[in-house]
């Protein structure tokens, strides 16, 4: 019981980190966030917060690989025969995952120059890898596609597409429910915009 109550202690610390390095990161780069700043902003003291985390950076890399974990196990949850009936479920559970991370989601999503990174936004970029991964191992049958390079084109093309979409989203506040989206993103990826410059039905 007692062990129980000390990891919901630890859960509910680490949250409020989380939550306020998010809030601090929309304000400023990471490069700028000091840990004293952050643990007045969560209201934790300096000492708990290096129980956990060596340092600010620390803290941002294992809140990017838990919610790219959760991310990937959402994608990975539909299979190639799943697939076969649509993408809309698959791209509405990615519109919600996103909703449920909200502001730290709509940091990571910031585009590169944005990140406060000198070496890019790594967490994009490991989206786009792992969209890609997906798609050369399971979607090309799925689609049809015989020429690996035009295959290759093909998923640049959307993967790009959909990564701007999400942050389009994301920046204007969510406003769209996720089936919504869902369904957009799915007649672009599969019929792409007709000539009135709207998406092919």
């Known amino acids: 019981m007692g062990e129980q109550r000390a990891d919901r202690r630890v859960r509910k610390t680490k949250q409020l980190l989380q939550r306020s390095l998010a809030a601090l990161l929309a304000e400023k780069p990471l490069s700028e966030i000091t840990v004293k700043e952050l643990t007045d902003r969560a209201d934790v003291n300096r000492g708990t917060f290096y129980c956990h985390y060596r340092d600010i950076y620390d803290l941002k890399d294992q809140m990017e690989g838990e919610l790219f974990e959760e991310l990937v196990s959402v994608i990975d949850s539909y299979t190639a025969d799943t697939l076969r009936q649509g993408l809309r479920p ?7 995952f996103l909703r449920r991370n909200g502001d730290f989601a ?6 590169d120059s944005q990140s406060g990174s000198k070496t890019g936004n790594v967490f994009l970029d490991r989206i786009r890898a792992e969209i890609f991964r997906r798609g050369l191992q399971d979607w090309q049958e799925l689609y049809g596609f ?22 389009s989203w994301a920046k ?23 000539r009135k410059g709207e998406p092919r039905r």
């Open 90 to 96: 698959l791209m509405a559970d990615v519109f919600r």
């Open 106 to 111: 709509l940091v990571m999503l910031r585009p």
């Open 146 to 167: 015989q020429d690996s390079a035009q295959w290759d084109y093909y998923l640049d093309f959307v993967v790009a597409g959909c990564v701007a979409l999400l942050q």
């Open 172 to 194: 204007k506040g969510m406003r769209e429910a996720p089936e919504e989206m869902a369904a957009l993103s799915e007649q672009l990826i599969l019929r792409g915009i007709d």
